[in-house]
């Protein structure tokens, strides 16, 4: 089951987040195998937790990997309840020393921004084939970030991309990461 629900994470991230460039450093790293995928196994968020610092932990002593993704397969199907472990999930890392260090990203399959409708299309930018904690170097946030033109105009793009192949299409994608996960 565990291999099944990384390679599903990693036809996401191939299919959609590199295909379309969502995020415009993730093809350097999954070509170079940077990206660490864990699935977070356990009954309850004080488990899970503990799995965020462990991969703080382990990208603390092994900076040949550049990013972490926990993934939640059973736990956090509400969308709700995600937040709610996201909102203890960041101040966990701040009381662990890890400010300024890691920065959490956050996806769901039913992601949904505050100030947007749940059928907006912009909404696939954080939509995922399970919950997960994506759990990256600051430091090499801001590398990149100095020789990327204009990087400011990341979620404004993403947003007019997925608006534009619309959420129907985009929830046909989605649903194809999860069916076909020994597919390429």
Same mark, same amino acid.
């Given at each position: 089951?565990n291999?099944?629900?990384?390679? @599903? @994470?990693?036809?996401?991230? =191939?299919?959609? !987040? ?5 995020? *415009?450093?993730?093809?350097? $790293?999954?070509?170079?195998? @940077? ?5 977070a =196994? ?24 550049? @990013? ?5 397969? %059973? ?8 937040? %709610? ?22 996806f769901?399959? =039913?992601? &949904?921004?505050? =100030?947007?409708?749940?059928?907006d ?8 084939? /399970? ?12 590398? !990149?970030? $100095? ?18 192949? +619309?959420?129907? /299409?985009l929830?046909?994608?989605?649903? +194809? &990461?999860?069916?076909? *996960?020994?597919?390429?």
């Amino acid at each position: 089951m565990n291999s099944s629900l990384i390679t @599903t @994470t990693q036809h996401w991230l =191939d299919r959609f !987040v590199i295909h379309y460039s969502i995020c *415009p450093f993730a093809r350097r $790293e999954r070509l170079n195998n @940077t990206i660490r995928y864990q699935i977070a =196994d356990g009954l309850s968020m004080q488990q899970h937790l503990e799995s965020l610092i462990i991969e703080a932990e382990h990208l603390d002593s092994q900076p040949k990997t550049e @990013t972490s993704l926990i993934i939640f397969s %059973d736990a956090y199907q509400d969308f709700d309840d995600f937040l %709610d472990m996201l909102a203890i999930a960041e101040e966990v890392l701040i009381a662990q020393g890890y400010e300024g260090v890691y920065q959490l990203a956050s996806f769901h399959p =039913d992601y &949904c921004f505050a =100030d947007a409708e749940p059928e907006d299309a912009a909404n696939y930018t954080n939509r995922s084939p /399970y919950p997960m904690l994506h759990l990256i170097r600051e430091a090499s946030i801001e590398q !990149v970030l $100095e020789s990327y033109p204009e990087p400011e105009q990341i979620p404004e793009r993403n947003m007019r991309i997925t608006r534009e192949l +619309g959420a129907s /299409y985009l929830e046909q994608l989605l649903a +194809g &990461c999860r069916q076909a *996960p020994d597919q390429s």
